[in-house]
């Protein structure tokens, strides 16, 4: 009977509620040409094209988690290689992730793509987007006279404290 109640209550209770992905506006990619070892970082920007060798990396979408959850980027790329009679034949159309690459790769004798960041775009904190609503306490002024203060520049010292004799 207890464990009855105790999955009837598990049922009642509501999912874990998980914050929105971040829509990203560009992908942040490391590529690698296996044959001469060269690697490379390269932003591309969603709805834009980069090339990376033989390779032309377009970018659909690029979703990134919200900093209180789990770290993990999800790209949805396009990958193309360009022939030598300049025809492009897709190579790879899907879902990369950052944190397991293995999971959705990009098969190529000569090239590797990984997913690094998905490079959202800056939003100005609060307070800046309300600044005209934003009313600072008001602090005295103190007038100081410059002339008053010793120059110690020119050899004059500070008055030491009594506990320094």
């Given at each position: 009977m207890k464990t009855l109640f105790v999955g009837m209550i598990l049922l009642t209770v509501p999912g874990m509620v998980c914050a929105a992905d971040i829509e990203a506006s560009s992908v942040l990619l490391r590529g690698v040409d296996k044959i001469t070892g060269r690697t490379q970082m390269s932003e591309v920007d969603i709805g834009s094209k980069n090339q990376f060798g033989a390779l032309v990396i377009s970018a659909e979408k690029c979703l990134k988690r919200p900093p209180e959850e789990t770290p993990e980027n999800a790209a949805f790329?396009?990958?193309s290689e360009v022939g030598l009679n300049g025809a492009e034949t897709v190579?790879?159309?899907g879902w990369m992730f950052s944190s397991n690459p293995a999971l959705s790769a990009m098969?190529?004798?000569v090239y590797d793509i990984w997913v690094v960041d998905c490079i959202a775009p800056q939003t100005p904190p609060a307070w800046e987007v309300n600044a005209e609503k934003i009313t600072l306490p008001s602090i005295p002024q103190q007038a100081v006279d410059i002339e008053t203060l010793p120059a110690l520049n020119e050899g004059a010292s500070w008055p030491q404290p009594d506990f320094m004799d």
């Open positions: 790329l396009k990958i190579v790879f159309n098969e190529h004798p």
